[in-house]
Nanobody, 125 residues
């Protein structure tokens, strides 16, 4: 099993920045990659960004590309999401996730086996 704990959420004004962290524990060596998803009130959970541990390659949703950066620190078993130029529409609960299989569908929720509890991000206008 892998346990994921997010932190770093909060309230920020539009145009500001936040860095989310996701600390992993347990059988972290069994995972192939991590991702960030978000869910706004009344909406479905959606993909934000993903990273592969072996290659470091990152994939972004159109809404995140150019503003958000996903990265990982293997020594700390932590994945980060740096969010810049935040907009009110970025307001959501952000979840980190880890997958235990190789897949090209890194944007797909079913590809992930482990999930954190979520951290709230609120962007005021």
């Amino acid at each position: 099993q892998v346990q994921l704990v997010e932190s770093g959420g909060g309230l920020v004004q539009a145009g500001g920045s936040l860095r989310l962290s996701c600390a992993a524990s347990g059988r972290t060596f069994s995972t192939y990659g991590g991702g960030w998803f978000r869910q706004a009130p009344g909406k479905e959970r959606e993909f934000v960004a993903a990273i592969s541990w072996s290659t470091g390659n990152a994939v972004y949703a159109d809404s995140a590309r150019g503003r958000f950066t996903i990265s990982g620190d293997n020594a700390k078993n932590t994945v980060y999401l740096q969010m810049n130029s935040l907009k009110p529409e970025d307001t959501a609960v952000y979840y980190c996730a880890a997958r235990s299989r190789q897949t090209i569908r890194v944007y797909s929720i079913p590809s992930y086996d482990y999930w954190g509890q979520g951290t709230q991000v609120t962007v005021s206008s």
